[in-house]
């Protein structure tokens, strides 16, 4: 033992997490990932994503269009099971457009993984910056794409 806290453990799993979702590391994201997580968009009109696969297949609609995305932590403060993150996005999608928008998310773990993803953040101002394209390859998606 490392004499590391719950709290501190579980913030390297929420850092290690991210970095691998910036770096298109699917294999890293998902052991970061509890069996039975469940990943949402808040002001997302569908339900989100339950498991890693799933999460993966959900995220690569938007990931298998960009070429970069920039993560710029805020702020990130951990509480037992519970890790809270401030930060920003930047993607770069494969046509050149890129976006930037700033996100609260809010992570539970469990057994040390990640049960619970929530991501917070204005969907209005996010959405309008996204290529015509983009939104057209989103709505070919529906949240039963990605339950189990």
Not at 10 to 39: G, I, R
Request: with cysteine; aromatic share 12%; net charge negative.
């Amino acid at each position: 033992m490392t004499g590391e806290t719950l709290s501190e453990r579980n913030k390297a799993t929420v850092q290690t997490m991210w970095t691998a979702l910036s770096e298109f590391d699917f294999d890293t994201l998902k052991s970061c990932l509890h069996p039975d997580v469940h990943y949402e968009d808040v002001p997302a009109p569908d339900a989100g994503a339950v498991g890693p696969d799933n999460v993966v297949a959900r995220l690569s609609v938007a990931w298998d269009h960009i070429t970069e995305q920039v993560q710029t932590t805020h702020r990130i403060a951990a509480d037992g099971n519970v890790v809270f993150l401030d930060h920003t996005e930047k993607w770069i999608f494969t046509t050149g457009e890129s976006v930037e928008h700033r996100f609260a998310t809010m992570h539970e773990l469990q057994d040390g993984k990640i049960i619970k993803w929530s991501d917070f953040w204005d969907f209005n101002k996010f959405v309008s910056q996204f290529p015509d394209w983009f939104i057209e390859v989103m709505a070919k998606h529906a949240g039963a794409d990605f339950s189990e």
